[in-house]
């Protein structure tokens, strides 16, 4: 079946770091991925996505690239402020009208 | 964009009654819509998937008669916790998705449960 990995946290971080949260998948064809964030006692937003091999998808300082050889989603912010702290979701959809796959989840809390 | 409407954001009752979750897509016709029950500091959980005009699809585990699900329209589906124990007090969260959006899914703000 459909899985996916993604580190665990809590990840701690000085404002204006580098960020990187590692996302791995299982699934067989091509499946689109998600990041999604979400701040404390909401629900989840989308923050980006990719549908396909090579794909970077990209918002709000956030990036990450689909790679297929390594079957990997990493997402990256080069400078984090406070205001990124809250947690991140990896998920996957395998096709239209499938639901979706989550990873565990990766708390970040960035000190001013 | 699309955005879908979770009420109530927060709500406590009381044990053995019933408490209803409504999702509302307000700018758009869900075909599809979700539910899921997150525990503190932990991953979604889905709990069953809805088609309008349909019976709810309910994951492997969840009551579905203790946690009823109507989609009547393309714009609404509510979840109703039946005779609710303390046991179900959690995070509950809708999604919607709509097939224009090619994969887009979105999510309500959440309903904390919490039973007394």
């Known amino acids: 079946g459909n899985s996916v990995t993604q580190m665990e946290g809590p990840v701690t971080l000085s404002e204006e770091a580098f960020l990187t949260i590692n996302c791995t998948y299982t699934?067989?064809?091509?499946?689109?991925l998600f990041w999604y964030v979400q701040y404390p006692g909401e629900g989840l937003q989308l923050l980006l996505k990719?549908?396909?091999?090579?794909d970077k998808g990209s918002n709000k300082g956030f990036e990450a690239t689909y790679r297929k050889e390594t079957t990997s989603f990493h997402l990256e912010k080069g400078s984090v402020q406070v205001s990124d702290s809250a947690v991140y979701f990896c998920?996957?959809?395998?096709?239209?009208?499938?639901?979706?796959?989550f990873g565990g989840g990766t708390r970040v809390l960035v000190k001013p | 964009g699309a955005v879908v409407s979770q009420h109530p954001s927060r709500v406590i009752c009381k044990s053995g009654t019933s408490v209803k979750i409504e999702c509302r897509s307000l700018?758009?016709?869900?075909?599809?819509m979700f539910w899921y029950r997150q525990f503190p500091k932990q991953s979604l959980m889905l709990m069953a998937t809805?088609?309008?005009?349909?019976?709810?699809?309910?994951e492997q585990g969840v009551e579905k008669d203790k946690f009823l699900i109507n989609h009547a329209s393309l714009t609404l589906s509510t979840l109703t916790v039946t005779s609710a124990h303390p046991e179900d007090s959690s995070f509950y969260i809708c999604?919607?998705?709509?097939?224009?959006?090619?994969?887009?899914?979105?999510f309500g703000s959440g309903t904390r449960l919490t039973v007394v």
């Open positions: 809805s088609n309008e005009g349909s019976k709810a699809t309910y």
């Open positions: 998920a996957l959809v395998r096709a239209a009208g499938n639901k979706l796959t």
């Open positions: 990719a549908t396909k091999a090579d």
């Open positions: 700018d758009f016709q869900a075909t599809t």
């Open positions: 699934a067989t064809g091509y499946p689109s």
């Open positions: 999604s919607a998705r709509e097939d224009r959006l090619n994969y887009g899914y979105t």
